[in-house]
């Protein structure tokens, strides 16, 4: 399917070097960013304090972070779980405040912006077992909102989960190189990998420049990222291979101009309807989807931009040729191997 055919090349390698030198530059200066200002990380990766409160009605997110907000609580990660009434909250270590007294002062700011009285009391579970309860009541006795769970995220836990992000990271990277490796040639493989550690690391520079909040969903789109990006530079490889068999007469810049000229259409296709539905994310998803929502936004446009003047300009550079990708056949001899 195309909307449309361009039927004369688009010179693409000719401008190569150009693009290139401002790839560069932008992945030193995430790269700088990355050292000089660090990851805002959320308290999956630095720890902190996790509560589920329950509301007798569909819950006001926005009102409920304006409530934690207002008590001092920076950054509140709000979300619904399960259903609209059914909250998880999320906040960060407090130096100098345990994390009984942390759920406790928000517990108790929730209650206020509900016009309520916290109370602490013991009830019985169907199964016979005394349990001590915390709820929100309001003058008739009537329950505005209960205290769930209380849950401490340690930092060692958040370490043990940096950690496997980033050994989810090189297992993606190491596999995508082996798989371009057996399918193409290890040039390809190469070229690949820098151009899908290009998006990766530029999307961490502007996490990093603005300190958006980076969290186990923005990790979840990274990854996703890689996966995406090294797919357009896949259908790319795939026409460039295809060039070298129909095209005998071109030369190597021709060929990669061609393929990515004749793969335009498709890629305007594909990540045109992709960018819709992650900005619809982004504009209705809420605070929870925001900033995987961007990063993905981030990792569409800069991917598309490193599988053209990245992937293919590298793997130019590093002297691909017909010969790597199709194999010369050799001439059958006229005694067929038999000796006279």
Request: with cysteine.
């Amino acid at each position: 399917m195309e909307f449309f055919r361009i039927h004369k090349d688009i010179p693409f390698m000719r401008h190569a070097l150009i693009f290139n030198v401002v790839s560069a530059l932008t992945f030193v200066a995430a790269v700088f960013f990355l050292f000089h200002k660090g990851l805002h990380l959320s308290i999956e990766f630095k720890g902190g304090t996790v509560l589920e409160v329950k509301y007798p009605h569909a819950a006001n997110l926005e009102g409920m972070r304006a409530s934690l907000s207002a008590a001092g609580y920076e950054h509140p990660e709000v979300s619904s779980f399960g259903t609209a009434s059914d909250v998880m909250i999320r906040l960060p270590i407090t130096p100098g405040t345990s994390s009984d007294k942390t759920s406790a002062n928000a517990f108790e700011a929730l209650c206020r912006a509900e016009k309520g009285t916290t109370r602490h009391f013991d009830t019985t579970t169907p199964q016979g077992e005394h349990v001590s309860r915390t709820a929100c009541l309001d003058a008739a006795g009537k329950e505005l909102v209960s205290l769930q769970r209380v849950e401490f995220v340690g930092p060692q836990v958040g370490e043990e989960l940096a950690q496997n992000g980033l050994n989810a990271l090189v297992m993606v990277v190491i596999g995508v190189m082996i798989y371009l490796a057996i399918r193409f040639e290890w040039k390809f493989a190469v070229a690949a990998i820098i151009a899908n550690l290009h998006d990766v690391v530029i999307i961490l520079g502007f996490f990093a420049f603005f300190q958006w909040e980076f969290s186990l969903t923005v990790l979840a789109a990274v990854l996703a990222v890689l996966g995406y990006s090294v797919n357009e530079s896949v259908v790319i490889f795939d026409r460039i291979r295809e060039n070298f068999r129909k095209q005998r007469k071109m030369s190597v810049h021709e060929v990669i101009d061609n393929a990515i000229t004749s793969t335009i259409s498709r890629t305007i296709i594909t990540h045109g309807c992709t960018q819709m539905m992650v900005l619809s994310m982004l504009f209705l998803g809420g605070p929870t989807l925001h900033y995987f929502a961007i990063a993905l936004t981030i990792g569409i446009l800069f991917g598309i931009y490193s599988s053209v003047f990245v992937a293919a300009a590298v793997a130019m550079w590093l002297g691909v040729k017909r010969e790597d990708l199709i194999k010369p056949v050799k001439e059958k001899d006229e005694t067929d191997g038999a000796v006279v």
